[in-house]
């Protein structure tokens, strides 16, 4: 992507979920969608290629799930209805998302219609690839330990076409996506990968656990 210069600020990409060019237009093609349309609550990850997705879910009057940064601060709540009048642009952005919305507990989490994430590569199957660090899928995994979220409920990505790979690596734990949407296209990916029921704990280091407090939470409701 930076070879190609599709990549976009911030650059460089690597190490992140990459910014690219046509992202305002995935994500009106997203947002145009019936799944998006009829969603009440979207989760979505706080990175910039998707703040437009944030935005428009704003301006639509949904209220919009974000995790903090690394999940340091668990989640967010922007709900339209309390924000000022014509803040939805800056609420969308990373900044704007702690200014304007509530972070919120475990058992204040709401029900999600609709999850969005961000992608490294994806690939038509529905495997995805994020930064690495497993933040997406323990994100989804709360939510299912909380069934805020179940099989029925839609995972979607916007992606450059570049990011689709033929294959992508995939583990028990990832959180394949149900439709890849990019500049050029709208790809369901019939996906067979079983979207994960909950926390994979033995794979969680006691180092992340330390870091993430609403882990910690979620471990002690688990042990009640």
Known sequence: MEETNVARFPRPVFGRI???????TAASKLTSLSQFQD???????????????RYRA????????TPTPRLRGGFLLLDPSELPSRSA???????GSFQF???ISLHELPEVDLVVVGCVAVS???????????????EYAILREKNRVDDAVPVVTTVHDSQILEVVPWEAHDVPVDLIITPSKILPTGTTLPKPNGIFWERLSEEKLKEIPILRELRDDASR
């Open 18 to 24: 990459p910014n690219f060019v046509g992202a305002e």
């Open 89 to 95: 642009l800056r609420a969308s952005s990373i900044a």
């Open 39 to 53: 969603a009440s609550v979207v989760k979505v990850n706080p990175d910039a290629p998707q703040r437009m997705i």
């Open 124 to 138: 038509p199957n529905g495997a995805r690839l994020g930064k690495g660090e497993g933040y997406g899928e323990i």
């Open 58 to 65: 704003l301006s639509m009057g949904k209220v919009v799930l």
């Open 101 to 103: 919305g509530k972070r």
